[in-house]
């Protein structure tokens, strides 16, 4: 009798049917192994249905219903209380290898996101060298391969400029042939706007996109704090809002005269959305992502100078805070990112303005989001736009939606796992987050990359 060689039964699933019956039947004799579970939402605002899924060869064959289908011949792994999630993607972190291998490298980087539930990872060109030629790129690639053979799969962003400075463009061509995904100048924005118009021309002309940290240079740059009640109360140097927004107005004008794409990093305020809103509106090509610290904390968090709370853009008021939340769930904002960027305790373990800007966020983003849609202010089928399809679809990364043919990438999540944010449940190697010592709740249990288990703590009942 053929066996079956993945079957997720009686997952608990939030979203749309993407299999039929009929399809399911016609995919188990291709398939081998099975996961059981009768799982369940333990309250909360969701109303979820509890689905099969049937996987061979790697790809998803179906959707449906449980207990549709006779599974007596699978194997069967105990995966009781937990959601099914496809994998997620991450359009903005930062590994830092090679040559800060001391705050991430690429396997540990790539472990976090294992654990994390992320099956994409796209990282940034702010290395030592920076990624400017082909032979950085190959090494982040071989890295990852040798780490991870089976996935989180590693997609660098070649550098926009040479160096990351600002001055002489980058040689895109050869770095797409390399294996980037995208370009950016990371978190030094393109100075001259003439030269950052060539840079888009120039990435479209090669179906690349320009990913742009926006933050004039002039308005008190990489500050981490936000210009207002709080940098005031403590006498710190602070960004306010509008150097964000402006540099947000300057790159859809010229994607709008251009008729190019353009991609707005780490959006932290409301006058940013309501510029993005507006290009939308006059059908500018822009996508835009926020991250899980914009959506979660406010400005209140350096309040004791603490520098895990030091960010570029910095973290903002409450009302910033909410209109990300509604413009994500409207999808004004498409995605979400984490910005991951590790860096050691002494690093940060200074006075605020010595402190480095960045925030570890992959072995968090999972549950603080989770969190908005436990608490209905984030729909799940926003949750899912934000973490999967809108990043897959925008740079053509693999796309699990769980329809026939998709690569079986996903998680079993435990939404009511209560942990501890700290040193011994971290993965990253670098641990500077604000988060540190608070509880939160939801967990990766078990991460599946084309059907084959890459972090796993379910149990198997053969």
Not at 130 to 146: F, G, I, Y
């Amino acid at each position: 009798m053929p066996k079956i060689d993945l079957a997720v039964r009686g997952a608990l699933w939030f979203g749309p049917l993407k299999g039929a019956a009929e399809a399911a039947a016609k995919s188990a004799a291709a398939a081998r192994s099975a996961l059981k579970g009768g799982l369940s939402a333990r309250g909360q605002q969701l109303k979820g249905r509890l689905v099969d899924v049937f996987v061979a060869k790697g790809k998803v064959m179906a959707l449906a219903p449980a207990g549709e289908l006779n599974l007596r011949a699978a194997k069967e792994v105990d995966a009781a209380g937990m959601v099914l999630l496809p994998s997620l993607t991450d359009v903005h972190v930062h590994l830092r290898e090679p040559g800060q291998e001391y705050k991430e490298d690429i396997a540990s980087g790539l472990g976090a996101a294992a654990h994390g539930g992320f099956s994409n990872i796209m990282c940034m060109a702010n290395t030592r060298p920076v990624n400017d030629t082909a032979s950085v790129t190959e090494l982040m690639l071989d890295k990852a391969r040798q780490a991870w053979p089976g996935g989180p799969r590693l997609f660098p962003i070649g550098a926009l400029t040479k160096g990351l400075k600002g001055q002489e463009l980058a040689p895109m061509a050869e770095l797409k042939d390399a294996g980037c995904k995208a370009m950016s100048n990371d978190g030094r924005p393109v100075e001259s706007s003439e030269l950052f118009r060539r840079a888009m021309e120039y990435a479209s002309d090669l179906g690349l996109i320009v990913i742009d940290h926006c933050e004039d240079p002039y308005l008190a740059p990489a500050t981490g704090m936000n210009e207002g009640e709080v940098s005031s109360r403590l006498g710190l140097p602070a960004q306010p809002d509008v150097a964000e927004a402006i540099q947000v107005a300057r790159d859809v004008l010229l994607a709008e005269y251009l008729g190019v794409p353009v991609h707005l990093a780490h959006i932290s305020c409301e006058k940013s959305v309501a510029l993005i809103r507006f290009a939308k509106a006059r059908g500018v090509d822009v996508t835009a992502e926020t991250c899980p610290h914009y959506l979660t904390l406010t400005d209140d968090e350096a309040a004791g100078y603490s520098a895990l709370a030091k960010v570029s853009p910095p973290l903002r008021p409450r009302a910033d805070v909410d209109a990300l939340i509604d413009a994500l769930a409207e999808g004004v904002v498409d995605m979400l990112a984490t910005d991951h960027a590790p860096h050691a305790a002494h690093e940060k373990e200074v006075e605020f303005d010595q402190a480095p800007c960045g925030i570890s966020g992959l072995d968090t983003a999972l549950a603080t989001t989770w969190e908005l849609v436990r608490a209905g202010r984030l729909p799940f089928d926003a949750f899912i736009r934000a973490w999967t399809s809108a990043p897959c679809k925008r740079f053509g990364l693999p796309l699990n939606t769980f329809a026939p043919g998709d690569p079986a990438d996903f998680v079993l999540f435990d939404q009511d796992a209560a942990w501890t944010v700290g040193a011994s449940t971290m993965h990253s190697k670098s641990k500077n987050t604000p988060l540190l010592g608070r509880a939160l709740r939801g967990r990766v249990v078990a991460h599946f990359l084309a059907g084959k288990m890459v972090i796993g703590g379910v149990s198997s009942g053969v």
